[in-house]
């Protein structure tokens, strides 16, 4: 099936609030690209759940939106539903789980940077290396958000996605296989995840925060439309090695290469940036293709890319 239309009873007697042809390119960190035929705002988890059993059921596509900044919307929009969980109830972080001062459980649509501020508050260490990436919870776990003090899997207790049916399974850390950017979590919605911190001095611990803020925010252009880093850093075929993805852009003079309003920034390779509101979503994928092709010609090497693109194909 298609996308539903707007008054299809498919999820007319849920608590959801629905948004035909909405403009979801303008909801990620690029501000380019089209529409979604219909975004689905749920209330809470049981609507949330029967949403997912629904569309599955009816073979309608199903996509979740995070904070949008690992994401690219092509030009000609998407089909089927995507989701956003910022609904308040998929925001919530509760603290001292089952009495464990130690034990936190953060929502999918939670804010990331707001829950590693109040767990830096808290005195709780572990989530501090997220300084600087932007992410909602579900986001972050589904990249493995990180870098190069850390990543969000050191902290991860536990992950609940909910299955085809919309049930809820929960996978323990020893079930997870979280990877530099990948984890072995099968393509749901994650609910809701839990993280073991550890009792640290508040103080230590913001000092620690800034100073990795301070280091991303002087080698990364932070402040312009981005995705964070558009390639994975590839694995070199004659060393067995990890290389830098923006070295290898570097290498092969491509800092500064623009095509419409799409740049390779200047301070970091591996960023690539819209300089105005202009811009579309074009520009940036004829960029990366150009990239994959130069880079390949230069070092052999095939860049895969670490943005997500959501287009019609
Ligand atoms: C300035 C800047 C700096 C960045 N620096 C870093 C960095 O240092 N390290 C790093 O790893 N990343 C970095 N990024 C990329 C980005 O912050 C991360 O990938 C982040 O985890 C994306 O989270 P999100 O909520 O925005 O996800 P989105 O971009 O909205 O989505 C990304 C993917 O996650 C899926 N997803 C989102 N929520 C859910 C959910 N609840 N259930 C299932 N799937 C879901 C989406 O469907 C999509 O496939 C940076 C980005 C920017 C703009």
């Given at each position: 099936m298609s996308t539903p239309s707007a008054n299809n009873p498919l999820f007319a007697d849920l608590d959801v609030e629905i948004?035909?042809?909405?403009?979801?390119?303008?909801?990620?960190?690029?501000?380019?690209?089209?529409?979604?035929?219909?975004?689905?705002?749920?209330?809470?988890?049981?609507?949330?759940?029967?949403?997912?059993?629904?569309?599955n059921e009816s073979e309608v596509p199903l996509r979740i939106l995070g904070s949008g900044a690992n994401l690219l919307v092509a030009d000609e929009g998407v089909g089927g539903i995507v989701l956003k969980l910022d609904h308040p109830h998929f925001r919530e972080v509760s603290y001292n789980l089952e009495g464990a001062p130690?034990?936190?459980?953060?929502?999918?649509?939670?804010?990331?940077?707001?829950?590693?501020?109040?767990?830096?508050?808290?005195?709780?260490?572990?989530l501090e290396q997220m300084a600087g990436i932007p992410a909602s919870v579900g986001g972050a776990i589904r990249m493995n958000a990180g870098g190069a003090f850390g990543e969000i899997a050191d902290s991860v207790h536990a992950v609940?996605?909910?299955?085809?049916?919309?049930?809820?399974?929960?996978?323990?850390?020893?079930?997870?296989?979280?990877d530099y950017r990948t984890t072995?979590?099968?393509?749901?919605?994650?609910?809701?995840?839990?993280?073991?911190?550890?009792?640290?001095?508040p103080l230590n611990l913001r000092e620690?925060?800034?100073?990795?803020?301070?280091?991303?925010?002087?080698?990364q252009p932070m402040a312009d439309k981005s995705a964070g880093c558009?390639?994975?850093?590839?694995?070199?075929?004659?060393?067995g090695e990890r290389v830098s993805a923006g070295m290898l852009i570097d290498r092969a003079n491509l800092k500064g290469r623009s095509i419409g309003e799409a740049e390779v920034s200047e301070r970091h390779g591996?960023?690539?940036?819209?300089?105005?509101?202009?811009?579309?979503?074009?520009?940036?994928?004829?960029?990366?293709?150009?990239?994959?092709?130069?880079?390949?010609?230069?070092?052999?090497i095939e860049l895969q890319t670490e943005v997500v693109i959501w287009d019609r194909g």
């Open positions: 948004f035909p042809d909405h403009p979801i390119g303008q909801e990620t960190w690029y501000a380019v690209g089209g529409h979604a035929d219909m975004m689905l705002r749920p209330r809470t988890t049981e609507a949330l759940s029967k949403i997912v059993r629904r569309c130690e034990l936190i459980r953060a929502m999918a649509g939670a804010d990331m940077q707001k829950t590693m501020h109040e767990t830096v508050k808290r005195g709780l260490g572990g609940a996605c909910l299955d085809r049916r919309g049930e809820t399974v929960v996978y323990p850390r020893e079930a997870l296989k979280m072995n979590l099968p393509d749901a919605p994650i609910l809701w995840a839990t993280f073991e911190l550890k009792d640290r001095d620690r925060m800034r100073e990795i803020f301070l280091y991303k925010r002087k080698s558009a390639f994975r850093n590839p694995t070199d075929p004659a060393t591996n960023f690539l940036v819209m300089r105005t509101g202009a811009g579309k979503a074009t520009d940036l994928i004829r960029l990366i293709d150009v990239i994959k092709e130069e880079v390949s010609a230069d070092s052999g």
